[in-house]
């Protein structure tokens, strides 16, 4: 176990159109893991290494529900247990197993439980509730464009610039407001959870709302709040109304931005861009698409990636950086973060 | 001297064919080498780094039978003596000899001795003798298909690959038979080399032996016999008779399998076809090419260096692997070799 | 501070072509940094790396004097002050600065110091007199043909490769002489300079000076005096008379080789060809490019890349080189260097 990580806790992994009857090799807090489809559809996620030669499984071929190792043919079931040794008598060695990983389906999207298989609980998957907006697990009410990127920097510096979304004024000429002025900045923490709530009344509006058919003369109050939960699920409720109207008048374009760590230097963003203005507008979905890798493709990326570099090694805090009135809710999350991991180091060390 | 390798052998260093009046590099051990040929045809091995300023000679030209150094013009003879300082007054440095290997041409290869020179002995080059099938040296009397590949993997985890063919069933479609049925499997030790045969009765010919002109419904007892000698030598006795007659009635098709590590992590895999049938059927010969390049090249090669990448810097045997019954002669040959690296070791601290 | 390098020193950071009003990262002694002009013209060196989330500053973009970070807009003078943190209530915290380095410009060149900026001194720049030319601050006087390597390799493998010219004769065709014949060779130690005098009495034009109209079949007295000072700065008196007479009869082609290291395992070599014969012939400009390219990317560069190649981490003198004659002075250009840096090491511990 590695301090990097909070391992007691359910990741993103895969958006469920990736996965399917053709094993998908995916990497998570440095644990190389396949994951496929049964036959009815259930997701199976596997160590995806074979206990015998340490060959990826996810090279070889599904039968039925279980995977064949392309290089001697030992087949596992998806609970990762060895049910064919072709070779000499066919006795099954004791070791002959591979890790399985507890999945779950919830919300339009496949979690992962990368902690202990006993301590793995679907009620505890985090709900990704989003206000004024569908609940996630009720597809038909919204329109989703979602997408992954695999970035070349530490998970917790992507935390850090999406809880600090003062960037988008400097860094995403897509989607900033033409004359920005934040009227109110606030940071709360529940338990453990922090939203970093943006707040511009009297204002434009920014090139998403616009893009969604908002009049770009037509003064907006501006709201942009991103709550996040450890250890990296990030859902923004951003929206306008007409000036000093309630949330429930305006129009939404919340947006997910979920991280899952492959090593301690590159990360899984999934990201979506959710809205129920349009939803069965393809060319708008086309067009928010568009948009959205622009700005966390073409814009982010790099710049995190260059951040990174200059990091080297280096954790972000221990160079004592200048810090900022919005990097409020990122140095807490860290800071939250950074207590579970020591809570798990305390636990781990009980045992 | 690292504990990963063997120095007191013989290795393969190349095919005479790539040994020309054009210096080669190649790494063998960790350790730079230049090779080239005399004007008379007698191969050179020298250490591939001046000792003057470290610069590879293999970048220099050659003057006879001598390297020029690309960089100062100092020139080396066969035996790795200074012959030439084109500066001052021209006295030659003590230090400055570079080191040369034994080199010795035997059953068409050339092969490297990478221990103190003053062991070297050419009479003991292994003896690649294969059952049924002439002398190795005897040239005019057999067919060979040779080739290189590079292999991003520690030579014993491909020295496990070839000691259990059970793999050619799920891993190489177009050398594996219909309907498999190992009628027996042994492993057997004679002092360091191993043997690990299989045998199967009454079954159908494979695809190697199929392309040589044996009828594909015709029924064949098989073998193939893997033998292995110390460092990572390997011949292969493939081959089909008739249900129930003597070998020397039936068709063979032998194949070599040697291996040179360059470092921990990659290594030269030297492998050659073998045939009487058909000798000087060209057409043929290309067929068997394309048919050892598929298996080796597309087949093995990406799944062993998969296998390294997900073991990293762990030795595989140190991760508790899962043993099968056609384990037994690799682990067998990775206890000889671990035997004579130790006797180097301690041999060497004797010193 | 590495011990690898002379911090209290002049460095070329730049020809001052390359300093424009687009921010140029390059990096120094292991040290980012980053290059634009004032709006006056004057050049500008900061630190690569913004204090609040260390993201390059030259992916910003220049407001005036002054660099904006992308990311999230805070401004910084030439000084390194942050003049604008335009979060929350603005206050600037006190450790929002980036270093500034002491930059020059002279002789054509932009000039950096890489220690403490209190140490650094104009007046102290090196200067690269070359006998019998023009000063370089005269432009107006000569031609110059520039540009800039980034050579993977230890700068002292530069050094020693400028310091003993006898490699001309093996490595570059198009610079040697047919029929050399070093009349005399010295070296001279003048406090921390040193100068390796080459001559070649009665012999032959070189291709260089061939190539400014000098007849090939013209005997000449030749002269190749190369002149070092440290940490890397070296120039080049190279000419031709008619035999016996004296040098300001003659014709001179001298050149600039100034090395700056980016890391111990990577260099900036900029380099120039300089000359008052022709110097308004814009195809004779070209010419002397392309030569010199050919000689310091196509023949240079690969072979003293090979040689950090094969000399991995080691110094190049721990391993017990053979010396010869003409290493004399890189020999001791090295140990005044060691000295230098040992001084260093000494007046920082008694800090």
Known sequence: MSEAFLYKAWYVAAWPSEVTRTPLRRVFLEQPVML???????????????????????RGSLVGDEIVCCYH?????????????PHGDGTIPAVAKVRAYPLAESQGLIWIWMGAAADADPRTIPVLSIPHFPALDDADAYAAVGGRLSIAANYELITDNLLDLSHVQF????????????TRHEMKQEGNAITSYFWRDEGQVNGLLKLMGWPADRPVDSRAHMHWQPPALMTLDVGVTDVGRPVAEGMSAPSLHLLTPESRERTHYFFAFL????KDDAALTEKVRVLGLQAFEQEDKPVIEAQQMNLGEAEIMS??????????????????????????RVEAGSV
């Open 36 to 58: 496929y489809r049964r036959e009815d559809g259930r997701p199976v996620a596997l160590a995806d290494s074979c206990p015998h030669r340490f060959v990826p499984l996810s």
């Open 319 to 344: 160079l004592g950086p200048a810090l900022l009135a919005p990097d409020a809710a990122g140095v807490r999350a860290r800071r939250v973060l950074r207590g579970l991991i020591e809570a798990q």
């Open 275 to 278: 809205r129920t203005v349009g």
């Open 171 to 182: 860094l995403h000429p897509g989607l900033r407001v033409a004359n920005p002025r934040v």
């Open 73 to 85: 043919g030992l087949r596992f079931n998806p609970d990762g247990a060895c049910t064919l040794n």
